[in-house]
């Protein structure tokens, strides 16, 4: 039987001295893993006109943690906790849940990969996290 193959997004970090570096957690990496499917990672740097082949490539999706969302893409002022804003990785990861949905695979979103996805696919406001234990899905 062939396992799964689940995409996870390499976002891009600047580092002191050399060239930036993209990073996936290890965590992240080993629960893909430990359910019992083959983690590929995707760094933010593909061309935007391939999300849509990649998106094809894949069986399932996983959106990671990391700093907060860009607040002007959902029309707010930015707030003072808000940090490690990312425009790259946000412009990515919008195109390829907006391909993801459109194409009905399978998506994981977690912590900040949540404002992503809400952006990307508008959903109803979630007041208590008692709603959250209901799939949501968007079309």
Wanted: glycine residues 6%; contains cysteine.
């Amino acid at each position: 039987m062939t396992k799964p193959s689940i995409a996870l997004v390499e976002a891009r970090f600047d580092i002191k001295i050399g060239s930036p570096t993209y990073q996936s957690r290890q965590v992240d990496i080993e629960a893909v893993l430990a359910a019992g499917g083959l983690p590929v990672l995707l760094p933010t740097a593909i061309p935007f006109v391939e999300v849509p082949a990649l998106t094809a490539q894949f069986d399932g999706f996983y959106f990671t943690g990391g700093g907060d969302l860009d607040p002007l893409l959902f029309a707010e002022q930015s707030h003072e906790r808000v940090y490690g804003v990312n425009p790259e990785r946000d412009a990515f990861e919008l195109a390829l849940i907006r391909e993801v949905v459109a194409r009905d695979k399978l998506l994981l979103a977690v912590y900040r990969r949540m404002q992503t996805l809400n952006v990307a696919c508008p959903l109803p406001f979630v007041q208590t996290n008692e709603m959250w234990a209901t799939p949501i899905h968007c079309r």
